[in-house]
């Protein structure tokens, strides 16, 4: 095949508990990923015959703020068919086209989700056969939220994340997503939040999942599974982008079930009753000041997949 084409979903942390840093910089986690219908896709192709001066791995983006993102080896679709490569032990050339939807530095993973697409559309390109625990292995060392993007649906995250156990999950949950002006670093956010944490005298807990919200998961309740949403980062993504707190107070009153800053933010996400409820939340939420745009989704749904 000259080109393989993935699409992969973005994210939404239903359960983001953080606990103490670690002597390697990272803090234990517990995170319940869910994967949503915003989707990015990755194409993976041969470069053109003859064009030695190409890069062995070159990437172009196109999209909404595309020039956010790197086009260089920071890229991480790139990184992660370079792993790819270096894990089969030989070299390979790839021209990488990524098509944005999921919002850049938003807290939905975009980064992440490309990686995992990036290994899914240059394994079939060159042909390794590598299985989806290979893979795994290769995403973990990329990021902590890439082995996610591989599997999708809902599953709770350990460690840093990567460690993945699939969750029981009935239904469909329907989504509001406000996305903000600007991106934020997701390093300065987990610094934000040791640094309010010590201020306040406060000591990391060790992290442990919501039952609650597991078992709102089980029996696809949207009502119990909106009280049940946490993320001990928001906090520091309201310091560090306090209008985000008048986007949360908007959805809220206007009848979201949940309200909750994705992962390290800035995007809002809103769970909503239904489909029906989640287009007229979203039409109602659309011009609160510093919401950029909003759009809607639903899930869970699969991980990284091969377009037909």
């Known amino acids: 095949m000259s080109a393989i084409t993935v699409r992969v979903p973005a994210k939404v942390n239903l359960q983001l508990a953080v606990g103490p840093l670690r002597e ?14 915003l989707f990015d896709e990755v194409t993976a192709a041969e470069p053109l015959d003859g064009d030695l001066s190409a890069a062995p791995l070159g ?3 196109e999209g909404d703020l595309t020039g956010e993102v790197p086009v260089s080896d920071d890229n991480l679709a790139v990184r992660a068919a370079r792993a790819l490569a270096e894990r089969a032990g030989r070299s390979y050339r790839a021209d990488l086209l ?16 490309d990686a995992a697409a990036a290994l899914v559309a240059c394994n079939e390109l060159w042909g390794l056969g590598l299985p989806l625990e290979d893979l795994m292995e290769i995403a973990a060392d990329i990021g902590s939220d890439v082995p996610f993007a591989l599997l999708g649906g809902t599953a709770v995250g350990t460690g840093r994340g990567e460690r993945l ?9 329907h989504w509001v997503f406000a996305l903000a002006d600007g991106g934020l670093s997701t390093p300065r956010v987990y610094g934000e939040c040791d640094r309010l944490r010590e201020e306040a005298g406060v000591a990391a807990p060790t992290p442990a999942v919501n039952e609650a ?10 009502e119990a599974l909106g009280q049940a949403l946490s993320n001990d980062l928001q906090p520091a993504a309201l310091a560090l982008r306090p209008s985000l707190a008048r986007t949360l107070a908007a959805g809220r009153e206007h009848g979201a079930l949940g309200a909750i800053v994705s992962g390290s933010g800035p995007t809002c996400a809103f769970l909503a009753e239904s ?6 939340l ?9 919401c950029r745009s909003v759009v809607t989704a639903s899930g ?3 991980g990284a997949t091969v377009a037909g």
Do not use: C, Q, W
Not at 165 to 170: K, S, V
Not at 284 to 290: A, H, M, N, P, S
């Open 98 to 113: 990524i098509r944005k939807s999921i919002p850049v530095a938003g807290g939905m993973a975009g980064g992440s989700a």
């Open 213 to 222: 919200l597991l078992a709102a998961l089980r029996e696809g309740d949207a």
């Open 275 to 280: 489909a029906e409820r989640a287009y007229e």
């Open 24 to 37: 390697d910089g990272y803090h234990d986690l517990v995170n319940v990923f869910h994967a949503v219908s």
């Open 59 to 61: 990437v172009r983006v």
């Open 282 to 290: 979203a039409a109602l939420i659309k011009d609160v000041d510093g």
């Open 300 to 302: 869970p749904v699969p």
């Open 165 to 173: 156990a699939p969750l029981e999950t009935a239904g469909v949950f």
